[in-house]
T-cell receptor, first 113, second 109 residues
Framework: EAGVTQFPSHSVIEKGQTVTLRCDPISGHDNLYWYRRVMGKEIKFLLHFVKESKQDESGMPNNRFLAERTGGTYSTLKVQPAELEDSGVYFC???????????FGEGSRLTVL | QQPVQSPQAVILREGEDAVINCSSSKALYSVHWYRQKHGEAPVFLMILLKGGEQKGHEKISASFNEKKQQSSLYLTASQLSYSGTYFCGTEVNGVDMRFGAGTRLTVKP
């Protein structure tokens, strides 16, 4: 069974540009989460989808971040326009149940210059 | 709402033991432990749901003290393969999981 896959694995962009990160969860997992880790700090919660609906988006830093989950399958996280402080590793995770084990992707490393 | 982990880093020799602590300022519904090796996805180790519960997997075990809002991860007779960053994730009722800053564990031969 395929795990959680994320694309791209690494993206380098300039301040002001746009980047879209994609996450394909494990098939059948209704719960999809986005997290971000800045070097040496906590894995910070961004938002949680249940199927195509946003269950909790309290961790989204500002309106430059837009997350979608079309048809309850894959999800995208768009950053527009990117700022220097957006750099970090963006992790996607999925789970079968809300309180169950999280299956993480390998992350998308975003570097904003 | 993020849990606090301690220590930030640990260096061990093979065969030595280590304890990683995780504490929260809020009443916890559950605690998860994950391990991430460099450049890889964090991997689930275990979940603890009840106060005072202790779970284990081989030589890695954990306890959860619901009253103290704390959990500890115990690594016994550490192996080289235990190296990585350990994260605790805490669930407060009605709030999605929050993670600590991680504890970097290095096991040397």
């Amino acid at each position: 069974e395929a795990g959680v896959t994320q694309f791209p694995s690494h993206s380098v962009i300039e301040k002001g540009q746009t980047v879209t990160l994609r996450c394909d969860p494990i098939s059948g997992h209704d719960n999809l989460y986005w997290y971000r880790r800045v070097m040496g700090k906590e894995i910070k919660f961004l938002l949680h989808f249940v199927k195509e609906s946003k269950q909790d988006e309290s961790g989204m830093p500002n309106n430059r971040f837009l997350a979608e989950r079309t048809g309850g399958t894959y999800s995208t996280l768009k950053v527009q326009p990117a700022e220097l402080e957006d750099s970090g590793v963006y992790f996607c995770a999925s789970s079968l149940r809300v309180t169950g084990e999280l299956f993480f992707g390998e992350g998308s490393r975003l570097t904003v210059l | 709402q993020q849990p606090v982990q301690s220590p930030q880093a640990v260096i061990l020799r093979e065969g030595e033991d280590a304890v990683i602590n995780c504490s929260s300022s809020k009443a916890l519904y559950s605690v998860h432990w994950y391990r991430q090796k460099h450049g890889e996805a964090p991997v689930f180790l275990m979940i603890l749901l009840k106060g005072g519960e202790q779970k284990g997997h081989e030589k890695i075990s954990a306890s959860f003290n619901e009253k103290k809002q704390q959990s500890s991860l115990y690594l016994t007779a550490s192996q080289l393969s235990y190296s990585g960053t350990y994260f605790c994730g805490t669930e407060v009722n009605g709030v999605d999981m929050r993670f600590g800053a991680g504890t970097r564990l290095t096991v040397k031969p």
